[in-house]
């Protein structure tokens, strides 16, 4: 399961200052699996995924998506690859609607003229936000009300499913449940569930090992800027995670 391989990252190196943020790191994402990545505050989680995300530029290392070496000069040559990343403050316009957060910097215009001249098409977007919303299981109270008017796990619901609607491939999301409650992290974990189904692969970088366990087909430990350890999470304890990311048992 799993088999295809759909990145890999071989001896990737970034330094800022004196500070190495990753040494050498290796990582092998396969096509249509779910991998959590963990590891403690400076493991090196957030400078990875700015690697592979375009955000962060390598000092030295490679990165291969589909069979194809690349250059990331910045998130648009990533999101050309169907790559799109979830940040933990979801970077949403707390003042729009739904529909225009998931389309903002990408609106749909009007057809004629008006496409020409860049007017929105506002009905377009709402029917099309309304479509990717109900594929994704996510239920909102109402549509023509800014996101500051929902819930956590509801604006985070709506962050993934901008996303979604642009990553072709692979979905970064960092820590995704952070500060919700249980009914809204079951929420979202569902959603993670569905993305996979319509075959996006998800990268989650959590601290919350009962939502690694849950949601994950492989997990990948961290420590001071290097990789740990690699489980297959059906194998896997919390004891064995937290053991590889502080370094007190060899895994």
């Known amino acids: 399961m799993h088999e295809a391989t759909l990145l890999t990252a071989t001896g990737l190196r970034k330094a800022f200052g004196h500070v190495q943020a990753l040494r050498g790191v290796d990582l092998r994402i396969h096509e249509g699996e779910i991998l959590g990545l963990i590891g403690d505050n400076g493991a090196g989680k957030s400078t990875l995924i700015g690697c592979l995300s375009g955000v962060i530029r390598p000092d030295t290392g490679s990165i291969i998506v589909d069979g194809q070496d690349v250059t990331f000069e910045g998130p ?11 940040y933990q403050d979801l970077a949403l ?9 998931l389309y903002l ?21 709402r029917r099309e936000a309304a479509t990717r919303l109900t594929q994704l299981g996510i239920d909102l109270p109402r549509l023509d009300r800014p996101v500051s008017y929902l819930s956590g796990g509801q604006r985070q619901a709506v962050a993934i499913a901008r996303a979604l609607i642009w990553a072709r491939r692979l979905l970064l999301l960092d820590e995704p449940t952070a500060a919700l409650g249980v009914r809204q992290s079951r929420m979202v974990h569902d959603v993670i569930r569905r993305v996979r189904d319509q075959g996006v692969t998800v990268v989650l ?3 919350n090992m009962a939502d690694v366990l849950a949601l994950t087909d492989r997990v990948v430990a961290m420590r001071l800027g290097s990789v740990a350890a690699t489980f297959h999470t059906a194998e896997a304890t919390a004891d064995d995670l937290v053991a590889a990311i502080t370094g007190s048992r060899a895994a």
Do not use: C, K, Y
């Open 76 to 86: 648009h040559d990533a999101r050309a690859h169907g790559i799109e990343t979830v």
């Open 93 to 101: 316009a707390p003042d729009l609607e739904p529909a225009i957060n």
């Open 105 to 125: 910097g990408r609106e749909i215009v009007r057809p004629g003229i008006l496409g020409r001249l860049r007017f929105a098409d506002r009905g377009a977007m």
């Open 205 to 207: 970088i959590s601290h």
